[in-house]
């Protein structure tokens, strides 16, 4: 029932993206027509995508106005309260201001009519401006504010205030007023109208040139900028081609105008490429949405995998937990009936009991375990350890555990004594626990283990080397996974509860190092521990490297 289950599961996925398909590729195909009437309508789209220029030079012309204005005449209330002008100084000695002319304060702190203030960079400071055109436009722009007499409130201070009343000097001005909505000073500045002919102004266009018309089609297309005479102040006058578009300049320079000219000659050829454009774009959006629709049923796909591997996890462990507890049950009973008459079965009985509980304890620890991880709970005493003396102490306890002696383990330790490791004694000896246990479950007649400790580089290699069913290659990148178990073969007829590898990584990661497996089906397998000696690296990456299976050591020394 699983399996049909599983396969109905799957065909739904294929047939809900199908139906999610479809109308996406019918909206293509209606994209599509609609992207040759577009072609069809060329002049019209050329026309919008002019605008849309003449849109862009405008917002980045008044963009940068504004932004600059916003950030250099920010001046707090208190400078003017508290006579800290000469601060502002300091501060616009340390900005750009690249498009401004002259700087100014207006103090009405201090005088009833204002205290106006220039700002020189020579001498980095404010200083009383000289009689000349330029003071006279920004005491006239002044003076409405100088009108309101001693009261000065503000009823709105609002957004930037642009005077423009003399064309040869057109003025910034910022209101400051403070808590109470009093007006206790204005900051501004005159804009630098050569800077804005040579330098702003052409690159703003040359930008826009480049993100809104082909490349094919700039030869074709004709900028100027004219002035409230209609003098030309960028660009020269295109005589003999038709206007296609003209929009005033915003927020600043009101009266000067941007004008687009084509000579009508790439119409076609830009209607096409235009047409190819739209149409690739439509193509990459189409084909992102269906990527993602495939990653979404990927995403499912391995939900539902997962969900099958939880569902065989709860399976493999409950009947982890069935057998020694059957068992534990058995023994007591016959311990509690008084059918034990000699004291040789009652110790028989409680070793079994004793072994069948150990069993049970290390299936809890690996689940324990893994919950910890999972919730990042999990942490490591790391402390300068004798590895060799923890391979002796994991080794001595396996024996211990049910099944264990059916298992010949051999041990090699290091041609001379290692440096101290700083590890977690526990954890690494759990890690090592785990690949024992593993080695021997997995063996088949031949259950020889050999266990060889070495030291290569900087690191310390803890190999454990059996004899048994092996890994098929394709499974090799997924066995460290939690949950997973090989799906075919003789690996998975061996019950288990696919943790004890993924405990494993973690704990070598956790050190610093990484677990690596070497297999082949039939010719057993090499588990190999990598731990940085001397201090704690960052955990690597964990992938697994393929290497050669070695013979197993001649029996040295039997645990």
């Known amino acids: 029932m699983s399996r049909w289950q599983n396969i109905a599961r799957r065909t739904g996925s294929w047939l809900g993206l199908a139906v999610v398909l479809a109308p996406l590729m019918l909206l293509l195909g209606l994209q599509y027509r609609w ?38 005449l920010n001046v707090p209330a208190e400078f003017f309260t508290e006579g800290w002008l000469q601060k502002q100084a300091k501060i616009w000695q340390s900005q750009d201001l690249a498009g401004t002319r002259t700087l100014f304060l207006v103090d009405f702190t201090r005088a009833e009519f204002g205290n ?22 920004i005491i006239i722009a002044c003076a409405p504010w100088q009108a309101r007499g001693a009261t000065r409130a503000l009823a709105a201070p609002g957004p930037l205030r642009v005077d423009e009343g003399d064309p040869a000097h057109r003025i910034l001005l910022n209101p400051v007023t403070d808590e109470g909505g009093a007006l206790v000073g204005i900051a501004g500045f005159v804009v630098d109208e050569d800077f804005l ?32 005479a209609g003098a030309p102040v960028l660009g020269e006058v295109a005589r003999t081609a038709k206007a296609s578009a003209a929009k005033p300049l915003p927020f600043l320079y009101g009266d000067w105008t941007v004008h687009l000219a084509s000579s009508g000659r790439a119409e076609d050829t830009w209607a096409r490429s235009n047409f190819a454009l739209n149409l690739g774009f439509s193509l990459l959006l189409t084909l992102v949405l269906t990527g993602g629709l495939f990653f979404s049923l990927r995403a499912s796909r391995r939900a539902m995998r997962l969900s099958a591997m939880k569902s065989d996890f709860v399976s493999n462990v409950s009947h982890e937990l069935r057998t020694p507890l059957a068992s534990i049950r058995v023994y007591a009973e016959l311990l509690r ?29 690996n689940i324990l375990d893994l919950s910890r991880i999972e919730s990042g709970r999990r942490s490591y005493r790391l402390a300068p350890i004798n590895l060799e003396a923890v391979v ?26 290692l440096p101290p490791l700083m590890g977690d004694a526990e954890a690494l000896g759990r890690a090592l626990g785990n690949l024992l246990d ?122």
């Open 35 to 72: 992207l040759q009437r577009v072609g069809e309508a060329g002049a019209l789209l050329r026309e919008a995508t002019l605008r849309n220029f003449l849109e862009a030079v405008g917002t980045e012309f008044e963009y940068y106005y504004r932004a600059r204005a916003e950030r250099l």
């Open 116 to 137: 106006f203030l220039v700002y020189r960079d020579a001498e980095g400071a404010l200083v009383t401006p000289p009689s000349s055109d330029e003071s006279l436009a």
């Open 197 to 228: 002919r040579r330098r702003l102004l052409p690159a703003i266009v040359e930008k826009a040139l480049y993100a809104y018309l082909p490349p094919h089609s700039k030869g074709d297309i004709g900028v100027w900028i004219s002035d409230g």
């Open 337 to 365: 009936s008084g059918r034990a008459r000699d004291m040789a079965q009652v110790r028989g009985y409680g070793a079994t009991i004793e072994a069948e509980t150990r069993r049970l304890s290390l299936l809890i620890e």
């Open 392 to 417: 002796a102490e994991t080794l001595a306890a396996f024996q211990q555990r049910p099944g264990a002696q059916d298992c010949a383990v051999t041990y090699r330790g290091p041609a001379a004594p």
């Open 438 to 559: 593993n080695a021997c479950k997995y063996s088949r007649e031949s259950k020889e283990i050999a266990v060889a400790l070495t030291a290569v580089g900087g690191e310390a290699r803890l190999a454990v080397i059996d004899h048994g069913i092996g890994v098929p290659r394709e499974e090799q990148a997924r066995i460290f996974e939690r949950f997973h178990r090989v799906g075919k073969g003789l690996v998975h007829d061996v019950k288990g509860s696919g943790l004890g590898l993924a405990i494993v990584r973690h704990i070598a990661e956790a050190h610093g190092g990484r677990v690596t497996v070497a297999s082949e089906p039939g010719q057993g397998s090499v588990f190999t521990l990598h731990l940085p000696l001397g201090t704690v690296r960052a955990a690597g990456d964990g992938a697994a490297a393929g290497l050669p299976v070695p013979a197993a050591p001649e029996k040295e020394e039997h645990a």
